[in-house]
């Protein structure tokens, strides 16, 4: 820290992304990207948006008309972010503060505390319960914006349309922020329950299922009060937040609807056969509905996994709070990725041997 740095942020931890190392080639199952390459209308696309002497859209009107044809909204109801962190940082800007401090799990994205933290938004932990599962209940009535991601990371762990209207339901005078990161592959979205409450923001990304997380695109769905808030902290901080590469493929990524469906039906599928392959080998998997599995095992601790399979040029996610020490979390790659990894795991089990 230099002694220039503000003292009103000398405490702040920032978040830690999954490594990204560039020493040599690895499998890279640790960051939750996807294995497949954008659909092709997409590079080209990218390609052929050429005017960058000029500002992007701060609008963004194009890719927010394409996104509300798709999800059946009007255009009002949609905005786009920098990814969908930024959309996070907007939403807790306009959302939290003392008399509506934030509550999510103990266990879920890292990036929620240290967004809190860096806006000073007071913020309290719901435990997740003894099989990693959100209780719907502990939300009832919260006393403030309650931030679900649903599937939940790292858990993978969905709940389902009604357990999140009954969160809904019991929080009338609080916003719900449901962060459907990973829905695509397997949950179930809140979009249906956007006419019925005012108090719904959905949060939703490129990255993962649209293989975007380099073009940094994200989106909020809600009503449109709350989305002119957003718009608000958007005018506030970046108006031209969306480059125009990113909204051009953006638009095209939407268009190849078809292409995208095969990539999540390939990954549930990689994602059953590995999660099989785990049990075989004697871990504990819990049910995940994303791109991901979230696993440990008695013969081998999530750290040692980790480092072992490093070594083998093999990166997994491990995490160090308390709770989930003993877990790896493994991004589903293709189906022939998945083939090295199982074999990666049985080595290094036999090795200890
Ligand atoms: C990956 C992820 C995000 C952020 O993704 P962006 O790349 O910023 O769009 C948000 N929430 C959860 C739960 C995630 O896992």
Redesign the pocket.
């Known amino acids: 820290m230099s002694r220039f740095f503000t003292d009103r942020l000398s405490k702040l931890t920032p978040y830690v992304p999954g490594e990204q190392p560039q020493d040599r080639k690895y499998l890279k199952l640790n960051t ?1 990207e996807s294995p497949f390459p954008p659909a092709p209308e997409v590079l080209k696309a990218v390609e052929e948006e050429r005017r960058l002497q000029l500002y992007s859209d701060p609008e963004s009107l194009k890719l927010r008309q394409t996104l509300a044809g798709r999800y059946g909204l009007n255009t009002d109801q949609v905005m786009v972010t920098n ?3 930024e959309a ?1 940082t907007f939403a807790f800007m306009a959302f939290g503060d003392d008399d509506a401090p934030l509550v999510y799990p103990d266990i879920t ?1 890292g990036f929620y505390p240290v967004l809190a933290d860096l806006l000073r938004i007071p913020s309290r932990t719901v435990p997740l319960d003894g099989d990693f599962r959100i209780r719907p209940e502990d939300y009832y009535d919260a006393k403030g914006t309650v931030v679900i ?1 649903n599937p939940n ?1 790292p858990t993978g762990i969905a709940l389902d349309l009604g357990e999140i209207e009954s969160i809904l339901r019991r929080n009338r005078d609080h916003v719900v922020l449901v ?1 459907e ?2 829905v695509d592959f397997g949950g179930q979205s809140a979009l249906p329950l956007l006419e019925k409450y005012e108090n719904l923001l959905i949060i939703q ?1 490129f ?2 299922s649209r293989s975007m ?1 380099g073009a ?1 695109l ?1 989106f909020a769905m809600g009503g449109e009060d709350l989305i002119r808030d957003l718009k608000t902290i958007q005018y506030s901080t970046n108006p031209y937040n969306v480059n125009r590469m990113t909204s051009a493929a953006g638009i095209a990524a939407i268009e190849a609807q078809a292409y995208y469906d095969e990539c999540c039906a390939k990954i549930r599928q990689s994602r059953a056969w590995t999660k099989e392959r785990l049990e075989e080998l004697g871990f504990a998997v819990l049910p995940s509905s994303t791109n991901f599995l979230f696993a440990r095992s008695d013969r081998i601790g999530g750290e040692e996994l980790y480092l072992a399979m490093k070594e083998k040029g093999i990166l997994i996610r491990h995490f160090t709070a308390e709770r989930i020490k003993d877990y790896n979390r493994i991004t589903i790659g293709t189906a022939e990725q998945m083939e090295t990894f199982v074999n990666g795991v049985r080595e290094c089990l036999e090795e200890k041997q």
């Open positions: 939750n990814g969908s962190d996070l994205y991601a990371a962060d990161a990973y990304t990255s993962k997380a940094r994200g």
